[in-house]
């Protein structure tokens, strides 16, 4: 399957980061690109270091696998994991895009400190937080079952780690100094990027790990 999971990872790229961008320069007059947060080396860098590395590395796995370069050997083939990665992805794909829109104005990639964006959270929010990096998870998993080799289990753990850092070290502390009490209600309800998992503590206890 990895013509089949290069198209994919092609679309998502395409969507997800270009397309998007787009759209949020024609409605706002920015792409919402804030590049990275914080001086080189310190967490909140490495969070976006690590994650871009991961965003990129994904969709030249399959290519890997293609050419038959190192990093690319397949570890088994399945026509069940292979529909399950392909059902994965397109629905991370789409449900990172539903997301994104559900943020309208407020989307952004990366975090900055002198801006205050609107607080979302109904449609897809009012389920998880982080619903664009939950569905963007879903996806990068999907392509690991695509194309079980080396080079997409890297990709899909850097991606994973990034945003890890990226909500936890940056995101979240953001929106607790911009919407205080909001936010901290809002975290205290609805998990990180489960439904119920990773809820933050209220200042009257409470809250789950994750």
């Given at each position: ?39 080189p ?20 796995a ?28 397109t ?44 569905f ?68 009257g ?6």
């Amino acid at each position: 399957m990895p013509k089949l999971a290069l198209l994919l990872a092609i679309v998502w790229f395409l969507v997800l980061f270009v397309a998007r961008s787009v759209i949020q320069r024609a409605r706002t007059g920015s792409t919402g690109f804030k590049g990275f947060e914080g001086r080189p080396g310190s967490v909140s860098w490495w969070a976006g270091v690590t994650a871009s590395a991961g965003l990129v590395l994904a969709p030249l796995a399959p290519v890997f696998v293609l050419r038959g370069w190192p990093g690319g050997r397949l570890w088994l083939e399945a026509s069940g994991l292979h529909a399950l990665g392909a059902g994965l992805a397109t629905v991370g794909i789409a449900g990172a895009l539903a997301a994104q829109l559900e943020m309208g104005p407020s989307w952004r990639i990366g975090v900055d400190a002198k801006e205050k964006t609107e607080l979302v959270e109904s449609g897809l929010f009012g389920l998880v937080r982080n619903p664009i990096f939950s569905f963007i998870l879903a996806s990068t998993f999907g392509l690991v079952l695509l194309v079980p080799c080396a080079v997409a289990l890297a990709a899909m753990l850097l991606v994973w780690l990034g945003i890890e850092l990226q909500v936890r070290a940056v995101e979240e502390p953001y929106l607790l100094r911009v919407h205080g009490p909001r936010y901290a209600g809002y975290a205290s309800r609805i998990g990180r990027f489960v439904p119920g998992i990773g809820r933050l503590a209220s200042r009257g206890g409470g809250g789950s790990g994750g």
